[in-house]
């Protein structure tokens, strides 16, 4: 089977209609949609649309994830806040409580909220974006389903548990440091195994303590607790797997400790008779207000200047490429929209056929449901711009080449085609 690049709007319209049919307020179904597009653009895809099924859309069927947004802000000051959130999608809530920490920090100079029965939001980098759009320092992270094992034992116990430091600086992107103290988060792992592919040694240790490549053993062994992913830093101390460990450990405190959430063993997710039950978990968000401290200008600047000073390090080979924090998924992004979509694979779409069959989203079709290429008509030809009119009844008005996807018609320099 083919794999498909997808243009974005199509994707995050398709989900958050998907998350609207199973019960989601339309404004925090696009929440969830937005963010989940956002992961792709930014080249996370392991957290992107290809989780909405496995993890959201299959816990609100299952009855484990509410579809109601509801919250209280159980405990308040001028600095800080609790909230718990009742089991209710992670992502708009997530958003909501970063937003507080930042209006916090805007006014009094730092903000911390935390968070308690919420539940899984997705790419933390997210949320730290959104302080460093509004001059913060943001820094975020959660808990999670048991993954991680603490250095010398073999049992999975910690999450993957995000943290994201971002801040803005005087170059075209922010500085924004996101990902799990896992050295792979099991998205990952779901990746590996949708592509068929074994995962890199180093990764995973059993519950002997033995290395293991195979990704469907290694995910499924994660819910079993038979596999483990190993700490940034990998296994043992020799290359310093305590500190991942421990970097994952404040991550579980920060997320449980200050808004009383739950933790470790108890975020496994099954009922006491062996059946899923929710994964109520815990996050912090912190913001920080730079202007507290100095002028934002001379903040990016300095912030600026030490990337630049760290792309002067001298290199091995000439080709070698220095990289800061949140360049690549800035590159991702610019090169993903000039490319017009996300590539989804055979997996993908058979999840997509299922949601949509299951909710009647007839409306949305897709090029893997045609059965032939059927050739186009170019209305328009400029340096670099053909302006395509498709035949009637072709199913996918979009280009199945490198292009831009507009409309009813396509720019581009490419052979274009459109399937029937
Ligand atoms: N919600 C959850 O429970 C959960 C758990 C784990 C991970 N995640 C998310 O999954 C996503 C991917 O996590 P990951 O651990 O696979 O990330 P990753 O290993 O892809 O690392 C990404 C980070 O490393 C930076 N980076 C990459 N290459 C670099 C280089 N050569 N030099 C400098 N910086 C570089 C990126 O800019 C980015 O900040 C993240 O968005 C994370 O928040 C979520
Ligand atoms: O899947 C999880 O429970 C956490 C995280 O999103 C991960 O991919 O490790």
Known sequence: MTSYRIPFDILENFSRDVLIKIGVEPKHAAVVADILTESDRRGHETHGIGRLKPIYYDRVKKGILETAVKYDIVKETSTTAVIDAHNSLGHPISKIAMQMAIDKAKQHGLGMVVCRNSTHYGIAGYYTSMAAAQGCVGMCGTNARPSIPPTGAVENMLGTNPLAFAFPTDEDFDFNLDCATSIAQRGRIEQYVRENRPVPAGWVIDDKGQPCTDAQQVLTGLTKGTHALLPLGGAGEELGGYKGYGYA??????????????????????????????????????????????????????????????????????????????????????????????????????????????????????????????????TEEKPNLKVCKYPEGAVQNMCLDKSMYVGDGCYHACSCHVRK
């Open 249 to 378: 450990t404040v991550v579980e405190v920060l997320s449980a400790s200050l808004s009383q959430a739950n933790f470790l063993r108890a975020l496994y997710g099954t009922k006491p008779d062996g059946s899923a039950g929710p994964i109520e978990l815990g996050h912090f968000f912190f913001a920080a207000n730079v202007e507290a401290f100095t002028t934002l200008e001379e903040f990016k600047k300095s912030a600026g200047d030490i990337m630049r000073e760290l792309r002067t390090a001298k290199k091995a080979h000439p080709e070698d490429r220095i990289y800061v924090a949140g360049e690549k998924e800035c590159e991702a992004y610019h090169e993903q929209i000039k490319l017009g979509g996300v590539i989804i694979e055979p997996a993908n779409q058979k999840a997509i056929d299922a949601m949509r069959a299951e909710q009647g989203l007839t409306q949305y079709v897709f090029p893997w449901d045609a059965k032939q290429d059927v050739p186009i008509t170019v």
